[in-house]
């Protein structure tokens, strides 16, 4: 495999996350910025994954710092690696919180609470059910696990499970097929109306514009077709992956187990620090708009 080494540091691969974040070079950044006991570095797989955790970490001005440092990063960065210009690391931190200051009376944290609610997962309408499903694919041994999660308006598990089965298909196929599994589970449970929500805008687009019926994978299509038929279900809607969550922990579940799960308003230790702080957003936006309508 190809391997991209960190011009600066010259000790580890160059990914996202080692440039803006990782790089032994920036030691200084992350040592005297307290913020950053809170970020552990390492920890985390994707610069994506720091991102989230930072999101869920840091304040609306720790982060906006967090952004303006990774800016200042990037263009020191490409300074040395295009034009050779050294630059001064123990600046980073001090140009990135003059920056934030200089403005942060200006911004507030209006704009970083509206980023946290267009990433996180949102409850349905007070008249139906929301069903999230995700699929993984452990494509070692074969199998594939479904994640499948129920909730109300106000946020509340009405039910979930983790199944697993073995199928040689393609990423396509698997999340046609669990948002299948998922009409079929609300269907089950009785909690009608529902929508369903994926992650997959592949799948979502082909099911909601009906093409590709007469592809290899017809038969899911049709399938799914004849389900919302049937069946009173409002849509089938895509979301970030960042908003199916619980759904992506109850299918990483669903490769650990053996046999499959079903819960009736409840679910799986595993996803229960990912549903109560889905609900405690819930929550806090709910009673920030009350507290809105109650002032005006
Ligand atoms: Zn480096």
Redesign the pocket.
């Known amino acids: 495999m190809l391997r991209i080494w960190?011009p600066?540091?010259g000790?580890?691969d160059?990914t996202t996350l080692?440039?803006l974040w990782g790089?032994?070079?920036l030691k200084y950044v992350r040592g005297e910025w307290w913020p950053s006991n809170k970020l552990v570095i390492g920890h985390y797989e994707t610069f994506i994954d720091f991102i989230f955790s930072s999101y869920r970490l840091l304040n609306g001005k720790e982060l906006q710092t967090l952004c303006v440092v990774f800016w200042r990063v990037w263009c020191l960065r490409n300074a040395f690696i295009h034009e050779r210009k050294r630059s001064n690391v123990w600046d980073i931190l001090s140009w990135s919180k003059a920056f934030v200051s200089d403005r942060y009376p200006a911004t507030g944290n209006s704009s970083v609470q509206a980023s946290l609610e267009r990433v996180k997962w949102k409850p349905p309408d007070q008249r139906e059910y929301k069903i999230n499903c995700k699929v993984v694919i452990h494509r070692d041994c074969g199998w594939i696990g479904f994640g499948i999660v129920i909730r109300d308006s106000l946020g509340l598990v009405m039910a979930s499970c983790s199944v697993r089965t073995a199928a040689r298909v393609d990423s396509w196929a698997a999340n046609a097929l669990v948002i299948r599994n998922g009409i079929q589970f609300g269907n089950e449970c009785g909690l009608f109306p529902f929508s369903i929500e994926s992650d997959a805008k592949r799948a979502v687009d082909e099911i909601n514009k009906s093409t590709h019926l007469d592809s290899n994978y017809g038969s899911i299509l049709l399938d799914i077709a004849s389900l919302l038929a049937l069946w009173r279900v409002s849509g089938v809607k895509w979301a970030p992956a960042a908003c199916n969550k619980v759904a992506f922990g109850l299918a990483k579940e669903a490769i650990s187990r053996r046999d499959d799960f079903f819960w009736m308003e409840d679910f799986p230790q595993s996803v229960r620090a990912e549903v109560y702080y889905e609900l405690q957003i819930h929550f806090a936006q709910d009673s920030a708009r009350k507290h809105v309508s109650i002032r005006t």
């Open positions: 960190c600066l540091c000790t580890d160059e080692h440039a790089c032994r070079k």
